[in-house]
């Protein structure tokens, strides 16, 4: 891929090479895109894959993966977002275009660690798995042909000789359906999954794998090729982040937002200091109860802590004087005096409030930024509790926010298998009697304005709330434990990004 400043090479192609170059809905991703695209380009496909991909990922919690719900939930999103999704429409190039090439995109921001690595290949899987299984089966050998997955298949004469072998170890498999469909013969260690679940006919060294189950050897191949393709672009990596225009976007991508800001906007100016303590109890996230707690327990917060819960604040609408105010009265209780907090903490909360230096009106931060960035260390209190905090601190939370055991199984569930902002929202919905998934949580911010919205009666309540976490007893320094519902999307703007290492240099003491 290039990435030119102004001139942009357009790609114009004839009706047989639009349809060459994807022949399919679906993609094996052999073949890196080599066409030109702009910057603004590159960024949009960016977010879309970003924005498709975590609808995976959150789909595939949600639901039964496979699931009659879970097919049409997922093929509406996709249609939504305009990505490939059916083989049989007549002029799906540009859809398939965009995939191919947002798919690389993410590669290159994706590859840069090991965590990141594992979600994109997860996503990609199950993504892979949903347009494999809407493949019509008059196509599924022109795609294997097409992706250079040469399977053999058996002969007629081994098909009837294994006929009832294979039928007893693929469940469930009529004999109409064994008579019509194709039997793949391939080495055992390419089908360890279907060995594993007992579903394959084992012989000599080879599988035996009917039509059906061909799914399970593609995606292992799939993940082994994507997940080779990823280390060696790790390795190309410095050569890419030398070119200055890139690095920027694509270390924010790999920990990117694609929701709304939560900039206060309309609610500057609503909310009192005094009404802060009740408000943490009700509505805010837990990762900002943290902070606050500790606040107001310590009277300080190191720069982490107050970069996330001062821009969480003005967020919820405290006005800069607010802010100064609330900083003042806790830091001079510690063991800053006037002076000092003039001098210093003054300073960078004007600057957060875009009234120092480049004057950027700074928003605060999204989950995906807390889980994944500056993770706390010994002494800090920011980060996300249900990413950064001991398991055995986090059940002792949730058992003092009076949830009951099931649902702090069920939290305990989600943060073992890193789905840590459904933990939260799991959270959200225990302490507000709600129905499950009433939003898709991305953003504390978010948090906060739907409890607000649930508690003022704008949105229907079950019963009455329940008291949400009241403040816990002392605890030591949090320990670290090892990871949108607007259609607004915040931008990748490479230049905000440079101006947030700023600020972070302006709140470190
Ligand atoms: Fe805060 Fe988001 Fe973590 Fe919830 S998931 S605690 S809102 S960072």
Same mark, same amino acid.
């Given at each position: ?7 942009? /090479? ?5 009706g #047989?090479?639009?349809?060459?170059s994807y ?9 890196p ?11 949009? $496909?960016? %977010?879309?894959r ?6 995976v ?31 049989? @429409?007549d *002029?799906?190039?540009e ?8 798919h ?10 090991? *965590?990141?690595?594992?979600?994109l ?10 347009r494999?299984?809407i493949?019509?089966?008059d196509?599924?050998?022109?795609? @294997?042909? #097409? ?5 053999e298949? %058996? ?5 009837? +000789?294994?006929?009832?072998? %294979?039928l ?9 359906k ?6 793949? /013969?391939v ?12 579903k394959v006919y084992?012989?000599r060294g080879?599988?035996?794998?009917p &039509? =059906?189950?061909?799914v399970?050897?593609?995606?292992? *191949?799939?993940?082994a ?11 190309s ?9 890139? =690095?920027p ?6 920990h990117?937002?694609?929701?709304? #800001? ?14 802060l303590?009740?408000l ?19 009277? &300080?917060l190191?720069h982490g802590?107050?970069m ?5 604040l003005?967020?919820?609408? +405290?006005?800069?004087?607010q802010?100064?105010?609330f900083?003042?009265l ?30 950027t #009106?700074?928003?605060p ?8 960035t500056n993770?706390p ?8 509790p249900?990413?950064h ?5 986090l059940?002792?939370r ?9 649902? %702090?199984?069920q939290? +305990?569930?989600y ?5 840590y ?14 129905? *499950? ?5 991305? &953003?504390?911010?978010q ?9 003022s ?16 007893a002392?605890?030591?320094? =949090? ?8 259609? $607004?999307?915040?931008s ?10 700023g600020?972070e ?5």
């Amino acid at each position: 891929m290039q990435f030119p400043g102004t001139k942009r /090479k357009k790609l114009s192609l004839a009706g #047989d090479q639009r349809s060459a170059s994807y022949p399919h809905s679906l993609q094996f991703y052999l073949q890196p895109p080599s066409e030109n695209i702009s910057l603004s380009e590159f960024e949009t $496909l960016a %977010i879309e894959r970003l924005k498709l991909l975590k609808t995976v990922e959150n789909l595939g919690v949600s639901y039964l993966k496979g699931s009659e719900q879970y097919q049409n939930k997922l093929e509406s999103e996709i249609r939504k977002l305009k990505f490939s999704y059916r083989e049989s @429409l007549d *002029d799906e190039f540009e859809a398939r275009r965009r995939d191919h090439i947002s798919h690389f995109i993410l590669r290159l921001a994706y590859c840069q660690s090991e *965590d990141l690595r594992r979600w994109l290949i997860q996503q990609e899987m199950d993504l892979f798995r949903f347009r494999f299984s809407i493949l019509p089966p008059d196509k599924v050998q022109d795609f @294997l042909k #097409d992706s250079h997955l040469r399977f053999e298949t %058996i002969s007629k004469e081994e098909k009837e +000789l294994h006929f009832q072998d %294979i039928l007893d170890s693929s469940v469930p498999l009529s004999g109409n359906k064994y008579e019509l469909d194709a039997v793949y /013969k391939v080495p055992f260690s390419d089908a360890l999954d279907l060995f594993r679940g007992r579903k394959v006919y084992l012989e000599r060294g080879f599988a035996f794998v009917p &039509h =059906q189950d061909i799914v399970s050897i593609i995606l292992n *191949d799939f993940r082994a090729k994507l997940s080779k393709a990823l280390a060696l672009t790790a390795r190309s990596l410095p050569s890419v982040q030398s070119d200055e225009r890139l =690095q920027p976007l694509l270390d924010h991508l790999s920990h990117s937002y694609v929701g709304q #800001d939560y900039n206060a906007q309309g609610n500057v100016g609503k909310i009192s200091l005094d009404q802060l303590d009740s408000l943490a109890m009700k509505s805010f996230p837990l990762c900002m109860r943290q902070l606050h707690k500790a606040l107001r327990e310590h009277h &300080h917060l190191r720069h982490g802590g107050r970069m996330q819960y001062g821009l969480f604040l003005k967020g919820i609408g +405290l006005t800069l004087e607010q802010a100064l105010q609330f900083w003042k009265l806790e830091f001079i209780k510690g063991k800053v005096d006037t002076d000092k907090f003039d001098k210093g903490y003054a300073y960078n909360i004007r600057h957060s409030y875009g009234k120092e230096g480049k004057r950027t #009106d700074y928003t605060p931060f999204s989950c995906m930024k807390i889980i994944l960035t500056n993770p706390p260390s010994q002494g800090d209190y920011h980060g996300c509790p249900f990413r950064h905090s001991d398991p055995e601190l986090l059940k002792q939370r949730l058992q003092s926010s009076k949830i009951s055991q099931t649902g %702090i199984n069920q939290i +305990l569930d989600y943060v073992k298998g890193t789905h840590y902002q459904l933990a939260c929202q799991k959270f959200f919905d225990l302490t507000h009697n709600v129905e *499950d998934g009433m939003f898709s949580l991305n &953003h504390p911010n978010q948090y906060f304005l739907e409890s607000q919205k649930l508690l003022s009666g704008g949105r229907e309540v079950r019963k009455e709330p329940s008291q949400p976490e009241v403040p816990q007893a002392r605890q030591s320094a =949090q320990k670290t434990a090892n990871s949108a519902s607007s259609s $607004l999307p915040a931008s990748l703007d490479s230049t905000l990004e440079m101006d947030m290492e700023g600020l972070e240099g302006y709140f470190s003491e």
